[in-house]
């Protein structure tokens, strides 16, 4: 069965993603497309450096002509922003990425995008999969891609330059010129290299890059930019005396972020400070959007400005949708995903790491600096989080446990409320919050809970673990 979470569809490599999977999938969206009206339609289709990511968009690419569609084939490995980017500059009616973003290396998948470049939505994804059921492998239609390429019904294209000049007409580069910026660069094996080295150079900052030759097993490591994957990317940037490092994970739609004295800067923190700067330093007006897993020091930061802060569920398209909805000026997540408004509708390591250059030369002060003038006005946070791999056996019985028999630990405290929407979250009157639910991306239970006290978050996690014997 394909089944879309939170952040498209993603399977082990022979195991759920297959070439037929594939096929099957693409032929799905076919029939939705030719019900939504769109038969003939350009299908941009992008991907990555994972392995086979290349190959698949190609077969991809075959059932879309087979449907008498138009697939434009972007001929390189490219950010996933890029192509959503190009989904919303084409003006097509859908866009497709091979990749599995952040997932281990024996992963790979595929991210849906609608009209606008935004992700798709859990309605457009379950009328997909309602296609799937009903269509036979044998049955599909699909169209040799170099005869497709050859009668033009399959083009190929870069369009690299129009997405880094978007973004240079959306920074401040005179001002970055003239600050003569240190910058690091780790793209962890993955894509963001050529387009953060073109716009840094552009803006004559000062660029290193490590871990830039193709990987498909991402140096051993999952190509997620946190804490302890950024170790050499940390060091680097205290030997050399850099202002900054910046880290993308494989598909470059998330950021991480080291600051001038080697400390990493977690997403929540790092979502605050571009929501203040922008706030502050630009003078932008406007609500930011968050997830439940992520911090509430937003909120505090979005009521001394005068504005709101919005809670949504897990999954980039609901802060997507809630961000068109109100006109938010940023939202993100704790993952490290975020999105800025005026450029496109999803997350953007690329225009975020831009973003964050500008800040240094804007404020003339160090990512360090500008943390603590915002600790000093709004307070610290402590946050924690934690994740546990879980079987299908043993997500079922917790699941059963926690949602339907809800049961819960005693926090010591009763919740001031609670909400299910999303897994299960305890709100207290203090201020401090805990959640609990299940990964829509990988095996995993996932825990998190933040507070004024270090201790009193800490102990949220403890009491999890304890009450579902993790």
């Not at 049955?139 to 240079?168: K, Q, T, V």
Request: hydrophobic content about 40%.
């Amino acid at each position: 069965m394909i089944k879309f979470g939170t952040g498209g569809w993603r399977a082990i490599i022979a195991d759920g993603f297959t070439k037929e999977n594939l096929r099957l999938l693409t032929a799905g969206l076919c029939r939705l497309m030719d019900l939504e009206g769109h038969a003939g339609a350009a299908i941009c289709v992008g991907y990555d450096r994972r392995f086979l990511s290349k190959e698949s968009a190609h077969w991809v690419a075959e059932v879309l002509a087979g449907y008498g569609f138009r697939p434009y084939v972007i001929n390189r490995s490219s950010p996933t922003p890029l192509i959503m980017f190009t989904v919303k500059q084409m003006g097509v009616p859908y866009g497709m990425a091979i990749t599995a973003s952040h997932n281990p290396a024996i992963y790979n998948g595929v991210k849906l995008f609608t009209a606008g470049g935004r992700d798709a939505d859990q309605t457009v994804t379950a009328k997909i999969e309602e296609q799937i059921v009903q269509i036979r492998p044998e049955d599909i239609r699909s169209m040799d891609y170099d005869e497709a390429l050859a009668a033009g019904i399959i083009r190929e294209g870069y369009p690299f330059n129009d997405y880094i000049d978007s973004i240079l007409r959306m920074v401040d580069v005179q001002k970055i010129n003239r600050a003569q910026l240190r910058v690091a660069i780790d793209p962890m094996y993955g894509v963001s290299q050529s387009s953060l080295r073109t716009i840094l150079l552009t803006c004559r900052c000062d660029v290193d890059v490590i871990h830039e030759q193709h990987d498909t097993l991402f140096g051993g490591r999952m190509p997620a930019p946190s804490a302890d994957a950024l170790k050499l990317l940390s060091n680097y940037v205290v030997d050399n005396r850099c202002d900054l490092g910046i880290a993308t994970d494989g598909d470059a739609d998330r950021l991480g972020v080291i600051d001038e004295k080697g400390n990493y800067i977690h997403p929540n923190d790092l979502l605050v400070l571009l929501y203040y700067y922008l706030l502050k330093y630009r003078g932008w007006t406007g609500p930011c959007v968050r997830n439940y897993s992520t911090t509430h020091l937003l909120d505090r930061v979005a009521a001394d400005m005068g504005q709101v802060c919005y809670e949504v569920p897990v999954g980039f398209k609901h802060i997507s949708a809630k961000m068109a909805e109100t006109d938010a000026v940023i939202g993100g997540e704790s993952s490290g995903g975020m999105a800025v408004r005026g450029h496109i509708a999803g997350k953007d390591g690329i225009y975020t790491a831009a973003l964050l250059v500008e800040m240094l030369a804007m404020t003339g002060k160090s990512v360090s600096s500008l943390y603590e003038e915002i600790v000093e006005r709004y307070g610290r946070l402590r946050y924690v989080d934690a994740a546990f791999t879980v079987t299908p056996a043993r997500k079922r019985e917790l699941m059963e446990r926690l949602f339907t028999r809800r049961e819960t630990p005693d926090f010591g405290t009763a919740p001031e409320r609670i909400s299910w929407a999303d897994g299960f979250k305890a709100y207290f009157s203090d201020g401090s919050w805990t959640v609990c639910r299940f990964s829509g991306t990988e095996p995993l239970l996932r825990l998190a809970a933040e507070a004024a006290e270090p201790d009193r978050a800490e102990e949220y996690i403890r009491l999890w673990r304890q009450a579902l014997e993790l």
